[in-house]
């Protein structure tokens, strides 16, 4: 598409997965697009089956270390952001827990409220209601901070994994090369929306934080966030050609 700021796209952590994921590609997320707004960003959260025998984080990886193999963890899909976020516990924990991977969220889901799976990182917005009827069990939300709609709900770096920090997220990108003024443009009619107190409140109740950042925050956490699962991508093992 020409870069002249008519043609965006919405970015999410799965391009930034991508970038290692995939053996072959034509183009390069990072070089080849221009930040230009990031829009919300929402925790994953850590929720076993209330059958299985841990409360916190720090038990779970104790049932794990116990029984080496013999646990499990969904996932939608190999590759997405919710199985990396599962292959980032593994790496920085050292568990082996084993990847039974889904079509959807949905069905992931549904197993794991029925038993056939031990653990789940999903977002927090598909599993709130689950954890609050008490059909699952929440660990830890992935975030640094805490969520305020769970406030007695620690962080995965409060209960005991430090440097373990997950986010999904959503922003706006255009073409490398579209205009500055278009960018600027795009960038403050986004921030202006997002910090209205309505917007605000809107995404809280499906779990997402506004983020008005400027393109240069948001270039740099996309940087981020590509050496981060480049690093998770690698430890896995995981590929696409």
């Known amino acids: 598409a020409p870069a002249d700021g008519y043609t965006i796209l919405q970015a999410t952590a ?5 970038e290692t994921l995939y053996t072959k590609r034509s183009f390069s997320f990072e070089h080849d697009l221009a930040p230009a707004a990031m829009i919300a960003r929402m925790p994953n959260v850590m929720v076993v089956n209330p059958s299985v025998p841990a409360k916190s984080v720090a038990e779970f990886i ?7 193999g013999k646990l499990n963890f969904a996932a939608s899909g190999s590759g997405t952001s919710l199985h990396m976020a ?6 920085m924990t050292g568990v082996d827990i084993v990847f039974v991977p889904y079509k959807g969220s949905g069905p992931a889901l549904a197993d794991l409220m029925g038993g056939q799976v031990d653990l789940m990182f999903d977002n927090l917005t598909a599993a709130i209601g689950h954890i609050r ?3 699952l069990r929440a660990l830890a939300v992935t975030t640094s901070t ?11 770096q409060e209960a005991g994994v430090p440097g373990y920090e997950v986010t999904a997220w959503f922003g706006i990108m255009l073409p490398k090369g579209a ?3 278009i960018v600027l443009r795009i960038n403050g009619e986004v921030n202006k929306a997002l910090v209205q107190a309505d ?10 934080m506004a983020t008005a950042w400027t393109p240069e925050q948001f270039g740099s956490f996309i940087h981020d966030e590509i050496v981060k699962w480049g690093k998770v991508v690698k430890a896995s093992g995981a590929k696409v050609e």
Do not use: N, V, W
Not at 86 to 91: I, L, N, Q, S
Not at 146 to 156: G, I, N, Q, V
Not at 199 to 208: F, I, N, S, V, W
């Open 179 to 181: 205009p500055k003024d």
């Open 14 to 18: 799965a391009q930034a997965i991508s």
């Open 133 to 135: 009827s008490g059909k």
């Open 62 to 68: 104790a049932l794990a270390k116990s029984k080496p």
């Open 199 to 208: 917007m605000k409140e809107k995404l809280l109740q499906q779990g997402a």
């Open 86 to 91: 599962g292959e980032m516990f593994k790496m």
């Open 146 to 156: 805490r969520h305020p709609e769970l406030p007695d709900l620690p962080t995965m």
